[in-house]
């Protein structure tokens, strides 16, 4: 059975309320009844002493004395009787009998000097009386003592007076709590609402949704929480958006770079078969052959080297390599393509200076980058620099080619991106994984790497190595 989150609030607002109040209004009126006979039973004790105090300073006088003092009781409703060391009644104000009655216990309590009170009396009364039994001592041997009564019906009524305006005030209050229960109950149903509605908007793909967040209480920081989580969400469902594009970019490329490769590779292979091709042009042929082949090898090796650098199942032999002497290949292998766009590359690192790398992963992750410099760098120079400082060895790649912008360099490390969509055909890194792969290849030698670039100004790679790999 489903029970709404308001009336489970109310409940148990009124619930606490309402037990509260009950326990409350048992001890105020348990204190108020206690509060009026002590109050009651203290006035007839006063009384009884003062009326034994005048009586023995002036017991010529007494029966005018005991009758002043029955006409000021009576006026408060208290009557007295006085009574010898057998309990036989001597004076009386209201009493008919000739006996007090008292029980074993009362009767040696009074012998023996002590103040017996009885706070409600029911049964040796014509109706129900508080009453005061006092001793009267005289050369410290008892003979007799003082009864004073007083009708509790007096008392009750104050009690009753006192429970009514308590039970009012505990209806009032219970209205006061219920209303403000209501309205608190329902300001944080709402709150919980707008959560599961927005919630339910998430799921259903929207992460534009928004909730008011404050830092007042648990439910202001779960909304906020619940914004940073939605916001997060967003940025991952457009990276993913951004990732699926170059994806589907990707496969595009792909596709036509396998065709077209393909497409020559088998014309040539048909040509050569059906005897079509010249003897003069089957070298050349082959040659075209030869290099679509390699064309093809380097995209799937691209992508192989991708998926297992993201496996995690590339394993790397670390060793001590001469900085300058990795630089000096570099070079060689790539100074005709730089060459080909009147590029030049400078090497300029100290021969003593090391670093502690996988070499062939190293040599990958420099071949890469001065590649990409080279590819946006037109009559310019690529420059190789390394040297060592207290954190290990610093490897910088620097190009004077046309540079990006901050937003730029957020992005070239992103899988498929390319800085210029168009270039699909070009002879290296043509699929925007390289420097994906540069990343990951350079994180898993426990180093970092950062871009410095402006438009116009030329890119700085700055790879840092530490000292123990």
Do not use: C
């Amino acid at each position: 059975m489903k029970v709404r989150y308001l009336y489970q609030q109310l409940v148990s607002h009124i619930s606490v309320i309402v037990i509260a109040f009950l326990l409350l209004s048992l001890l105020f009126s348990h204190y108020v009844e206690q509060f009026v006979y002590d109050n009651k039973t203290e006035e007839l004790t006063t009384y009884g002493r003062n009326i034994l105090k005048d009586i023995e300073r002036d017991q010529r006088n007494s029966n005018a004395l005991l009758k002043s003092y029955g006409h000021v009781l009576d006026g408060h409703h208290i009557q007295y009787s006085l009574f010898d060391e057998k309990s036989v009644i001597i004076y009386s104000t209201g009493l008919k009998t000739p006996l007090i009655e008292l029980n074993e216990e009362e009767w040696d309590d009074i012998k023996h000097g002590h103040t017996v009170t009885v706070k409600q009396d029911f049964k040796r009364f014509d109706v129900g009386v508080t009453f005061v039994l006092l001793p009267y001592i005289v050369n410290n041997q008892f003979v007799g003592g003082i009864l004073l009564t007083s009708p509790i019906k007096g008392s009750r009524e104050v009690i009753s007076q006192m429970n009514t305006y308590l039970i009012y005030t505990t209806i009032f209050a219970l209205i006061i709590a219920l209303l403000l229960s209501w309205f608190l109950s329902n300001f944080h149903v709402r709150r919980i609402k707008r959560l599961q509605e927005a919630t339910s908007a998430v799921a259903q793909g929207d992460y534009s949704v928004r909730i008011p967040s404050t830092d007042f209480d648990e439910i202001g920081e779960l909304a906020g929480d619940f914004n940073g989580m939605v916001k997060k969400l967003d940025a991952s469902m457009e990276e993913i958006e951004v990732l699926e594009n170059r994806r589907r970019q990707f496969m595009a490329d792909v596709s036509h770079e396998l065709r077209t490769p393909l497409t020559t590779i088998r014309g040539i292979v048909e040509g050569l078969r059906n005897d079509m091709i010249s003897e003069s042009e089957k070298e050349k042929g082959l040659q075209l052959a030869s290099n679509e082949t390699m064309r093809l090898i380097r995209l799937v090796n691209e992508n192989l080297d991708y998926e297992k650098i993201r496996a995690n199942q590339v394993t790397l032999i670390k060793q001590d390599i001469q900085l300058v002497e990795l630089f000096e290949i570099i070079k060689e292998q790539l100074t005709s393509v730089a060459t080909e766009r009147g590029n030049e590359i400078v090497v300029t690192a100290d021969p003593t200076v090391e670093v502690v790398a996988d070499y062939d992963r190293l040599t990958q992750i420099l071949i890469n980058i001065t590649k990409n410099s080279i590819q946006f760098t037109e009559q310019g120079t690529i420059h190789l620099r390394g040297f060592a400082n207290d954190d290990g060895t610093i490897i910088e790649i620097e190009d004077t080619g046309i540079g990006m912008d901050a937003k730029e360099i957020e992005k070239i490390w992103s899988r498929f991106y390319k800085a210029i969509e168009s270039r699909t055909s070009n002879p290296y890194g043509e699929f925007g994984l390289g420097l994906s792969i540069v990343k990951q290849l350079v994180t898993m030698h426990g180093g970092t790497i950062e871009v410095t670039s402006e438009r116009g100004q030329g890119t700085k790679f700055s790879i840092l190595l530490p000292k123990e790999g």
